[in-house]
Structure formats: structure tokens, C-alpha cells
């Protein structure tokens, strides 16, 4: 069957229309066809009325006198007259089927009176919305839907009920048709941050963080980018203006947000390609441009954010390593001639060194094998030296035990003595192992010794250096402590 509102098709087993919500009736209501009928009845009634009475004479003559003659009625023969004026001189001489059709014509007004107030009762927005309400109430979201779109039909500036719809959508898992209303909606201030709310829900659900990313960079309203701040790539902010300086300058570069801020110090445009800001950058005497840009953690990027900065700054003198660099068999201390007013710093790893680097305390112990130092100095206005370069091979070519030697040595020492529990480096209250390692070597009283490093390495694999060293003879392979003198050089001591 068809909707008598819409006229949208209608399976046989629904109750109500899906275009607009119109409720099927068990009852039917109100059709063109009854008014067909009650002129059938009332015609069929005025008939029976008419064969089942035979007239007196008096009323033969009245009969005569109205229309009748001989009892006959006065169309008899001839085309019958309409309805309307059978109807007319039937009731002029029955009083009591006048009372009858009165009250039939004054019922069927009634009943088509009542259809016509409820059908156009449906066809308002107010009815429409409050059938899909209740019909969201108890959970026929399909229904409410049908009826909101229908009751949007007749009023389509009604944000609740789009906001409702849109709520229906979602329940029905229509995140389509949802999205769309709610992307209307967001330019409606009443309604701007559930709109958001529910739009960044829909997106969240999917995954889909990029198209957050771009909803937010275009949004012009700075309470709800508040709220999505994480979603957000603006550009970095740089610490310190552009400008000439005449000391060195520390750059801080910072986000809105969690991500990572890629930059260059020559002027060329950043990618992920370049150096990752992870501590702030020292400016020391020269030129810099540098150029940043910052990623998010859903891969959306910044505008790139620039700085022009010239640092006329006097370096210092760079630092005076001895002895020189070169081959030995018999290891030496390495000391510094540190310049008046700084700090050193220095590297053994190949990397460059800067004040994030180990800070120079004392001489260094001659490490085994090669090893490449670079040194640095930087004074109080934290402007830079050069970088010396040192680098050194150690090869202790008379010694009667090997590096490997002295880390099994130390280890079976340290259990004969019960402070390990084993060879494995187990302690007793302890949850991870000690190990040990000969990096270097000194010498003491005229004796080479291996200096042996204690390292800890805790459950979870993370590996940490002690402080503890050990000193185990080259020559003859006993296990010493060491303690320190005044020039910080490593001596003997015996257990």
C-alpha cells in the first residue's frame, strides 16, 4: 500500500512509513471512499422508507399535492431527481427517518472532521518530532529517524531536531549521514561544541586523526581548539627574537603540543630528514638561519616558523690536550690545559662535543685500544672554542693476561670473597647482575694494572655504570680496590 501522507510505498508487514514516520492504523482512518457509502446507505434507507408505506387517501392527496400522484411518486417514469432532493421531500414527510439521517449525516461529519484535525494534526512539525522522540525512547531509532527527517520536512530551521537526527544516524551506525548534519551544525554557536564534540567522536571512532588534524586547523574558534589542542600543529616558537647578539645564545624551540620539531641552521626548508630538536641549541660566534617545523603525533605538520641570528661573540682558546696523540705500550694519564674562565668538555665516542657532553673533572685514565677524543671550551657568556682532537692507541704488548683475563679474574675474586654470589654477578638482595669490563689501564708504583669498570644491569635489561672500579695486576693477575690521590690518579689498595 502507499502512505496516504507521502505517498511512499509501504511493505505489507510495516507499521509505520520509512519516508515519514506516518503510523499505520489497525483501524483505518477516515477514506474518500466512506462518503460514497453513506450515500448508499442513506439512499437504501430513504428506499425502504418509501416501498414499505402505503398512503391513505388523505395522504395520497398530500402525496398529490407534493409531487405524488395516485401514490406514484412524481419522477416515476422519468429520470430520478438527486439525492439532495429525494432527500428533501423524503424528509418533508417522515419526521422519523429525518431523525435518522440527521444523526447519520451529523456522525459521518463528525468521524470525517476528526480525520481531517488528525491527518493534519501528522503533517506538523510539532507531531513528527514528538513521535521520533518517543520512539527513540524506546529504542526504534529507525522509526525516530523517519519521523525527525519527516517533521524536518515541514520545518528545516529547527537545529534540535537535526542535532536529534543526526543522534539517531549515529545509533543506527549511519556515521555518513551523521558527520554531515553535524558539519552544517558547527557554524551554529548554541550548538557549536557538541557539534564538534560529536563530529571529532565520529572521526576518533574511524581513526581517521588527519581529517581531525585539518577540522581543527580551520576552525576559527579558540574555545573549542582549546579543547582539541592535541590534534593541533601549530608553528614552533623560537625562545628569543631575531637580532644581532654580542654573547652566545641558548635557543629553546617549543610546540603546542606532543610531536617533534625538526630544524636546520642554514636556511634550507626542514623535513623529516633533518635534526631532531631534543635540548636547547647553543649560538655561538657566527651567523645562523634557522628554519623549524614541527609534526604532531597523528603526522600533521606546521607552517614552518624562522630566525635570522648573528652572534659577534670573542671565542674562547680551545683546550691544550698532553701527552699527544700516538701509539703506546705503557699507558699515561691524559691531562688539559683548561683556558682561563671555562669549561671543558670532551667526547670519546666520535661524536661532537657541547655542553651536553661529559664535563672535564680530572685527568683521564689511557683507555685500551684506540679511542678518538675531541675537547671543547666554552666560557662564562657561553660562546665556544675550536674542538681538539686527540687520539690514542694502547696496546699493552707485555702483559701476561689479557683484558678478558682481568673481568674473569675480578669476577671470581669478588665471589671467593662472598660478595657475589656467583660468576654470573648475582647479590644476594638483589634483583639484576653485576658484569665487568678492563677498558683501561694506569700505572702504580711503577706496576701497569687493567682498571676494571663495574657495570648493573636491572630486570628490565637497562645496563648502568658504578662508581666501584677494580685494579688487576697485567703482570701478575691479583685482584686490587683502588682509591684516588689528589691528582685524581688511581692507586692500589689491597682487600
Aim: glycine share 6%; charged share 25%.
Amino acid at each position: 500500500m502507499k502512505c496516504p501522507v507521502c505517498g511512499n510505498e509501504i511493505k505489507e508487514e510495516q507499521l509505520y512509513c520509512e519516508s515519514c514516520g506516518y503510523e499505520i492504523r489497525i483501524v483505518p482512518d477516515f477514506e474518500p471512499e466512506l462518503d460514497s457509502n453513506i450515500r448508499e446507505t442513506m439512499t437504501e434507507v430513504v428506499s425502504e422508507f418509501v416501498s414499505k408505506e402505503e398512503p391513505d387517501e388523505d395522504t395520497k392527496q398530500a402525496k398529490s399535492d407534493d409531487g405524488f400522484e395516485d401514490g406514484i411518486p412524481w419522477y416515476a417514469g422519468e429520470e430520478r431527481p438527486s439525492l439532495l432532493l429525494g432527500i428533501y421531500h423524503f424528509l418533508k414527510r417522515r419526521k422519523k427517518a429525518a431523525v435518522i439521517l440527521v444523526t447519520l449525516l451529523v456522525v459521518a461529519a463528525g468521524s470525517a472532521t476528526i480525520v481531517w484535525v488528525r491527518r493534519a494534526e501528522r503533517q506538523t512539525y510539532r507531531y513528527q518530532y514528538e513521535q521520533g522522540v518517543l520512539s527513540a525512547s524506546q529504542g526504534d531509532y529507525e522509526r525516530a529517524a523517519a519521523c525527525m527527517k519527516q517533521a524536518l520536512r515541514y520545518d528545516n530551521q529547527q537545529i534540535e531536531a537535526r542535532m536529534l537526527l543526526a543522534d539517531y544516524y549515529e545509533r543506527l551506525g549511519d556515521l555518513g549521514s551523521a558527520e554531515e548534519i553535524y558539519r552544517d551544525l558547527i557554524s551554529y554557536a548554541d550548538y557549536r561544541m557538541e557539534a564538534y564534540e560529536r563530529l571529532v567522536a565520529i572521526y576518533e571512532s574511524e581513526e581517521r586523526y588527519l581529517e581531525i588534524c585539518n577540522l581543527m586547523r580551520h576552525c576559527e574558534y579558540d574555545e573549542v581548539k582549546a579543547n582539541y589542542n592535541q590534534y593541533l600543529a601549530e608553528e614552533p616558537i623560537f625562545s628569543i627574537a631575531d637580532g644581532v647578539y654580542e654573547d652566545a645564545q641558548i635557543l629553546k624551540i617549543s610546540a603546542n603540543t606532543n610531536g617533534i620539531i625538526y630544524y636546520t641552521l642554514d636556511g634550507t626548508m626542514p623535513d623529516e630528514a633533518d635534526l631532531v630538536y631534543t635540548s636547547p641549541i647553543l649560538l655561538e660566534s657566527g651567523e645562523y638561519q634557522i628554519q623549524a617545523v614541527f609534526i604532531n603525533e597523528f603526522g600533521m605538520m606546521s607552517n614552518v616558523h624562522s630566525g635570522q641570528f648573528v652572534i659577534e661573540a670573542e671565542s674562547p682558546n680551545e683546550p691544550i690536550v698532553s701527552p699527544d696523540g700516538g701509539d703506546y705500550a705503557v699507558p699515561e694519564y691524559i691531562s688539559v690545559e683548561v683556558p682561563q674562565g671555562c669549561q671543558v668538555y670532551y667526547t670519546a665516542d666520535g661524536t661532537m662535543p657541547d655542553q651536553n657532553s661529559t664535563p672535564l673533572a680530572r685527568d683521564i685514565c689511557m683507555p685500551l685500544g684506540v679511542t678518538t677524543y675531541r675537547f671543547i671550551s666554552y666560557n662564562e657568556n657561553f660562546v665556544a672554542s675550536n674542538i681538539t682532537q686527540v687520539e690514542y692507541h694502547l696496546y699493552l704488548n707485555e702483559a701476561a693476561y689479557s683484558p678478558y683475563q682481568a673481568m674473569l679474574i675480578t669476577a671470581s675474586g669478588l665471589t671467593d670473597r662472598g660478595i657475589l654470589l656467583n660468576m654470573e654477578g648475582e647479590v644476594a638482595g638483589a634483583k639484576g647482575v653485576y658484569s665487568y669490563e678492563a677498558q683501561a689501564a694506569f700505572v702504580y708504583n711503577g706496576e701497569i694494572y687493567y682498571l676494571v669498570s663495574e657495570y648493573y644491569t636491572d630486570e628490565s635489561g637497562s645496563r648502568y655504570l658504578s662508581q666501584t672500579k677494580y685494579a688487576v695486576s697485567v703482570t701478575y693477575g691479583t685482584l686490587h680496590r683502588t682509591d684516588m690521590d689528589a691528582d685524581g690518579h688511581y692507586t692500589v689498595v689491597d682487600f
